[in-house]
Nanobody, 122 residues
Framework: QVQLVESGGGLVQTGGSLRLSCAAS?????MAWFRQSPGEEREFVAA????????KYADSLKGRFTLSKDNRKNTMDLHMNSLKSEDTAVYYC??????????????????WGQGTQVTVSS
């Protein structure tokens, strides 16, 4: 069983930066970040392969968000820069159950964290 715990969320001003971390216990495979705003569907943010050799980002976020992964610590970080009010959401860490191509479909991910709130204020 895999457990995922997110941290690093909080309140930040427009244009600021935040780093979200996802700590995993158990064996993870493809990992990803999704986000969800009230009344909206869960939205893909970025994904990274187990070996951290490949990444995939939502087109709208390229250049502002960067993924990194430390397999020794079993952690994954999301570095968010130039934050905008529309980045306000609960951010979720997720992992597939087995070997998987990078996917932006939340249905492909089996394990989920509890989420961490990011609020960007103007």
């Amino acid at each position: 069983q895999v457990q995922l715990v997110e941290s690093g969320g909080g309140l930040v001003q427009t244009g600021g930066s935040l780093r979200l971390s996802c700590a995993a216990s158990g064996r993870t495979f493809t990992m990803a970040w999704f986000r969800q705003s009230p009344g909206e569907e869960r939205e893909f943010v970025a994904a990274i392969t187990r070996a951290a050799t490949n990444t995939k980002y939502a087109d709208s976020l390229k250049g502002r968000f960067t993924l990194s992964k430390d397999n020794r610590k079993n952690t994954m970080d999301l570095h968010m820069n130039s934050l905008k009010s529309e980045d306000t959401a609960v951010y979720y860490c997720a992992s597939t159950r087995t070997w998987s191509e990078l996917s932006n479909n939340p249905d492909d991910y089996t394990y989920w964290g509890q989420g961490t709130q990011v609020t960007v204020s103007s």
